[in-house]
């Protein structure tokens, strides 16, 4: 098994169109893309003033006063207008008209909000942003109030004192964007190189000698894979180092989070191999040919060359769109949920494939 891993990992540094593909290329755009598109990173459009109309409908003082404070605060920036509606069904046929641009509802305990959006997506946005921001300090301060009941009456400020913003460490460009969706890109391309797995021995016409060798061929199958180890840990550490030393890129904001982040891709990228390892073996054509245009549009419509390709419904149901979910979410805030869904997933995946490809590599006749 050794030495097929050896071999594997020889033919592939031999090989001028992988080491452009796998090592170079990816590399090459990180710094095209964030550099020549970073400069388009800008606000398409102004969104002028944003009028809302608002309900409150909690019977908990606590958060009625959190709402009328917090609406109070908003307001003294001229540019966003909020009204107490009298009627939902009215204001909400006024924001069908563009009269207003969003009408929001308090209510409930905890309490939750319900946003009847307007025509406006950007003013929609803007809007959702506003109130997810009010909702997570909202929830900070009730813990405190449950926590330290006498909070109100001791004259501490809440904002000051017991809320504290997280501090992310870096400032965000679009080459950490680019980085982290390049990244994506050579684990999604990674297919190709397990579908063709056993493209070199068909050329050599020493796929034969495999099948009838006196190895065991699950074993065979496996070594194949895990030849592809080695050159996975290398493209995968090459652009991450290239990117942070050369390009002054950033992914995680500690050692520890830029490990678990190799390993999400790491795994990521054994999973797709696998996948490519089964469709080379189905197919006796150059899976290339297939598979090439259908990454490349999946990547395009999963946001991985612009961040502004984005069709709701679609593009967030694509796998690549989830991984860079995932890490993104690794990568800026350090929450590893997604993350570890991603892996957990691929894992379950990898070895149905590997179980797979190992019954349909045994059963496999001589090629002529």
């Known amino acids: 098994m050794f030495h097929i891993i050896m071999k594997e990992t020889k033919e592939f540094l031999r090989e001028k169109t992988n080491l452009f593909f796998f090592l ?3 590399v090459v755009l990180v ?9 388009m ?10 009028k809302v109309q608002y309900l409150i409908e909690t019977e908990n003082i606590y958060h009625a006063m959190a709402v009328e404070g917090f609406i109070s605060s908003v307001e003294d920036d001229e540019s966003i207008i909020f009204d107490k509606a009298t009627d939902l069904d009215s204001a909400k046929n006024m924001a069908a008209d563009e009269a207003i641009d969003a009408v929001v509802v308090f209510q409930g305990e905890p309490l939750k909000i319900q946003i009847y959006e307007g025509r406006n997506n950007i003013k929609n946005r803007t809007v959702s942003a506003i109130m997810n921001g009010f909702i997570q300090t909202n929830k900070s301060m009730s813990a405190i109030i449950k926590t330290v009941p006498d909070v109100l009456s001791s004259g501490i400020t809440l904002q000051d004192d017991m809320i504290k913003q997280k501090d992310l460490g870096v400032n965000r460009s679009m080459l950490d964007y680019y980085a982290v969706t390049m990244m994506t890109m050579i684990c999604s391309m990674s297919i190709i190189l397990g579908s063709a797995a056993f493209k070199g021995e068909r050329q050599n016409k020493t796929v034969n000698r495999l099948i009838i060798a006196p190895k065991n061929r699950v074993t065979l199958f496996l070594a194949k894979i895990l030849g592809m180890v080695p050159q996975t840990i290398l493209q995968i550490v090459l652009l991450m180092v290239v990117s942070v030393l050369f390009f002054n890129a950033h992914y995680a904001g500690n050692i520890i989070d830029n490990v678990y982040l190799f390993f999400m891709f790491f795994i990521i990228t054994l999973c797709m191999i696998s996948i490519g390892a089964v469709i080379g073996l189905l197919i006796k054509g150059s899976p290339v040919v297939i598979l090439m245009p259908f990454i490349w549009i999946v ?5 991985s060359y612009s961040k502004e390709v984005y069709i709701k419904g679609f593009s967030d149901a694509m796998p690549i769109y989830q991984i860079q979910e995932a890490a993104f979410d690794l990568a800026v805030f350090g929450r590893y949920g997604r993350a570890n869904i991603v892996i957990i997933t691929s894992i379950i995946v990898m070895f149905f494939m590997l179980t797979l490809g190992a019954v349909i590599f045994s059963r496999k006749e001589g090629e002529r």
């Open 41 to 50: 990173d800008n606000a398409e459009e102004a969104i002028g003033s944003i």
């Open 31 to 39: 710094f095209l893309l964030g550099n020549l598109l970073g400069s």
């Open 24 to 26: 170079m290329f990816p």
């Open 299 to 303: 990547m395009f419509f999963s946001g």
